[in-house]
């Protein structure tokens, strides 16, 4: 099959691969939510091959993922895995989790269960990732991200950009702790959190 392409990809992806070989430095089993079409895996653990870099997403784009993995060949990277945030969710323990331009794509109500389920597949110490563009306090935060988000809002009601601080609210209930916020270009983001240990976060 033609492998998938999506030109933000390109892009985004060295801006984004800048801050992940710092953050996942010392990380080594990675699961990304939200694949796509693969490139930005390909790229990314191409980079990083100290990475088990573990892709997912909905049935319908696995073929593409599997199309950019097997044309690079990697050896850390295994076959994709069906993930939808609302259904099964591997039992597997990631040190990492990456996901890029996915929670304004998702309903509010599926990033609560994202979040939620972070806790079961991680361990102590890992590292999350997330890019994209976030709004805050409640405000869009440029020209373009406030045409964007209109965009999204006119083809489902679900769809938009998420407050950064309301993220931050998901990620403190699942035991993350914020340690960068990280302009991107195009009006994006990258956030960076830590899992707590189970001991810190004891009463």
Known sequence: MDK???PACERNREPILAVLREA???CRRVLEIGSGTGQHAAHFAAAMPWLSWQCSD???QLP???????E??????PAPIELDVTGTWPATRYDAVFSANTLHIMGWAEVRVLFAH???ITADGAMLAIYG????????TSDSNAAFDRSLRARDPRMGLRDA??????AREAGFALLEDRAMPANNRCRLWRRQSTAARAP
């Open 165 to 170: 601080a309301a993220v931050d609210a998901l």
């Open 72 to 77: 690079a060949g990697l050896p850390n990277t």
């Open 64 to 70: 593409g993922i599997r199309a950019w993995l097997d």
């Open 118 to 120: 972070l806790p079961a």
């Open 133 to 140: 563009p976030f709004n805050r306090d409640g405000e869009c």
């Open 24 to 26: 996942f430095a010392s």
């Open 58 to 60: 909905r049935a319908a």
């Open 4 to 6: 998938p392409f999506a």
